[in-house]
């Protein structure tokens, strides 16, 4: 009897030591990540990364993680010349496998969004043109409302707002357009300078190889995209 006492409060320890071991190496393994992470996707700081499941050990020995969580902040997106600041961008990844002597991450699939605000929004239009929240819109697009302002001869500066619609296109860009722009057919040429402002397009570009973008919807903060992808590169 004292003998299974004593097996039993052994075993406890030793169970409590594994568990110990195993949190501090995932804690070293977040890290870790974070710091590739944002050397592979060029970030201005590191990334949030929570390796999910228990015991993470036995994920290491099989080279393959069952899911990891990762939120980067103030991401520079800049493709063609234009920059779009987005705010985070938060992905589930599943499946990760690690090789190169854990320098490398690739998830099989993953699932994440990306917030920008109106004002970085406004910072990548047009100048004169200026972006705010628009209503809910639905079937993956969503709506703000762009003010323009042009200049033209005589008359002076002429404003504008219309109610866009703003959606993804080619799986990588976020798009304004409107069908209509309310009063524009009031001067000659003004519907053609406004809607050259109003109608424009932006990459975001920055987010892991493999990510797609999906659909938008639209809030009073800002504009979240919805994104998902396969063979999605963590770091590498």
Same mark, same amino acid.
């Given at each position: ?46 990334? +949030?990364? &929570?390796?999910?499941?228990? $015991?993470?050990? #036995? ?7 069952? !899911?990891? *969580? ?49 004002? +970085?929004? &406004?910072?990548?239009?047009? $100048?004169?043109? #200026? ?7 639905? !079937?993956? *697009? ?95």
């Amino acid at each position: 009897m004292r003998a299974a006492r004593i097996l039993l409060i052994v075993l406890v320890v030793l169970g409590g030591l594994f568990v110990a071991a195993d949190r501090i190496a995932v804690s070293v393994a977040e890290n870790k990540a974070a710091e590739r992470a944002q050397q592979t996707q060029g970030l201005s700081s590191k990334p +949030d990364v &929570s390796i999910k499941g228990f $015991p993470f050990l #036995t994920q290491v020995a099989s080279d393959k993680l069952d !899911d990891v *969580k990762i939120t980067a902040h103030d991401i520079q997106a800049q493709g063609g010349g234009e920059r779009l600041r987005i705010e985070s961008f938060t992905a589930d990844l599943h499946g990760v496998r690690l090789s190169d002597s854990y320098r490398r991450a690739v998830a099989d699939t993953a699932d994440g969004s990306a917030l920008i605000t109106y004002a +970085d929004l &406004s910072a990548a239009a047009p $100048p004169g043109v #200026t972006v705010s929240y628009g209503g809910e819109g639905k !079937d993956g *697009k969503g709506k703000v409302k762009v003010t323009a302002s042009v200049s033209l001869q005589i008359i002076g500066t002429v404003k504008r707002s219309v109610v866009s619609e703003v959606s993804v296109e080619g799986g990588n860009t976020v798009r304004l357009h409107a069908d209509a722009i309310p009063g524009a057919d009031s001067i000659p040429g003004l519907d053609k300078l406004i809607r050259e402002k109003i109608d424009f397009t932006r990459k975001l570009v920055g987010l892991p190889s493999g990510i797609t973008l999906q659909s938008v919807a639209t809030t009073p903060g800002g504009i979240t995209v919805a994104a998902s992808g396969t063979h999605v590169i963590l770091a590498g």
